[in-house]
């Protein structure tokens, strides 16, 4: 049965890489549960280019098997502090990946 990450993540989150980049990092306390959001694949540069409006090529993706996590950075829309930038501290942009499902 497919659960949401939000339920398999020990911490999903996002934040400032500087003023042009957001980084998000989805972490685990489970290594089984880490293993199966990795080999389901459901996480991949493809996801995080169409969810945010990025081009692939922006997306620096990172899978560390040593601390059950995902890294993943991406330029932001708009500088942080810019007219228009609506999150500053790029604290709120990963709530898109709380639903996504990941099947058995």
């Known amino acids: 049965m497919a659960k949401k990450l939000m339920d398999l993540a020990a911490l999903i989150r996002s934040k400032n890489a500087g003023p042009f980049v957001m980084t998000f990092d989805i972490m685990f306390d489970d290594p089984g549960k880490y293993e199966r959001v990795k080999q389901s694949g459901v996480l991949t540069p493809e996801l995080f280019s169409k969810l945010y409006s990025t081009p692939p090529e922006g997306v620096h993706f990172v899978i560390c098997d040593n601390a059950l996590a995902f890294k993943v950075s991406i330029p932001r829309p708009v500088p942080a502090g810019d007219l228009g930038c609506s ?5 709120q942009q990963y709530a898109p990946l709380l639903d996504i499902e990941v099947p058995d």
């Open 87 to 91: 999150d500053m501290h790029a604290g």
